[in-house]
């Protein structure tokens, strides 16, 4: 079997920054592409950014010049770094790995259980 788990999420003020983990786990052979998505209450689920294996990455604009997506390949986890947050950014953010796993035939995603991010004052 193959996990993902979040962890880094809370409540954090406007302006302020959160990084979140995500840590993929099981009978893993080869991990491709990695992302975050987030949703907020009574919207659609949203790309925010990926990374591939080879740490070419994309984001969506509302956060470009904000969030930093990387990767630690050797552990396989992805990480997003949030800087100046505000309000608009309140959802629950979902790790995504595209992984082949051993008991598998083909490559296919993988979702984490989802973490939540507040901002308030």
């Known amino acids: 079997q193959v996990q993902l788990v979040e962890s880094g999420g809370g409540l954090v003020q406007p302006g302020g920054s959160l990084r979140l983990s995500c840590a993929a786990s099981?009978?893993?052979?080869?991990?491709?592409?990695m992302g975050w998505y987030r949703q907020a209450p009574g919207k659609q689920r949203e790309l925010v950014a990926t990374?591939?294996?080879?740490?070419?990455?994309n984001y969506v604009d509302s956060v470009k010049g904000r969030f930093t997506i990387s990767r630690d390949n050797a552990k396989n986890t992805v990480f997003l770094q949030m800087n100046n947050l505000n309000p608009e950014d309140t959802a629950v953010y979902y790790c995504?790995?595209?992984?082949?796993?051993?008991?598998?035939?083909?490559?296919?995603?993988?979702w984490g259980q989802g973490t939540q991010v507040t901002v308030s004052s």
């Open positions: 995504k790995a595209i992984i082949q796993s051993l008991s598998d035939p083909y490559p296919r995603g993988y």
């Open positions: 099981g009978n893993i052979l080869s991990i491709y592409s």
């Open positions: 990374i591939t294996s080879g740490g070419s990455t």
